[in-house]
């Protein structure tokens, strides 16, 4: 079970407690029923999408080499314009961008090894995160990541069921790739920018693990 998820988990597992002590306090047999059930299902549910499995990185993985932060499926992979010019010389960037639904594992991991040398939060709007907007428009939280000469930016966007990003990290942290920092709550879209010229090793619709899948190897 993951830990960024306690204090939901706990509130639920109350929840289900509740109405499992209600059930057998009530004689109507359909409703008694229909509150087993529903117990049932946010257990099941709960577990389910908390759910944190163990992850081992590739063998023979370099520096360059750029894994999944997330779960789910490629939804875009584009050239778009540099936000972050104190981050990046170039004009233009590569990014790719992960739809992650409610089924899949929402624990996010580090795509790279290297020091955290940007953090960045916006308090935004809820737009379902498979609509390109959520990119610009969403909540999320924005992490660089350098490693020797070469630089990183994802980026955790909350969909419009997710209303929790997690993210246990700041500037000048160690990130060791494929080690978890957090995680977004009930459907999300994580982004991870790359400069122009990096390999891009994934095709649109794709479905990635983070910790496991390569995305991208980046030049020296």
Known sequence: MAIYGKDTIIKIYFVSLLLLVASLFINHTAVK??????????ILFTSFFFRDP???IPNGITNEDVLSPADGKIVEIKKIKNKYPEL???KELSLISIFMSPLNVHVNRFPL???????????GKYVVAFNEKSSDENERTEIGIISGTNQIVFIQIAGYVARRIVCNIKTEDYAVAGERFGMIKFGSRVDIIFKPDTKILVNLHDKVKAGVSILAKLTR
């Open 33 to 42: 029923i229909i509150f087993l059930v529903l117990c049932l299902f946010l």
């Open 54 to 56: 163990a992850r081992k």
């Open 88 to 90: 990046f010389s170039c």
């Open 113 to 123: 090894s290297g020091k955290i040398n940007y953090y960045n939060y916006i308090k």
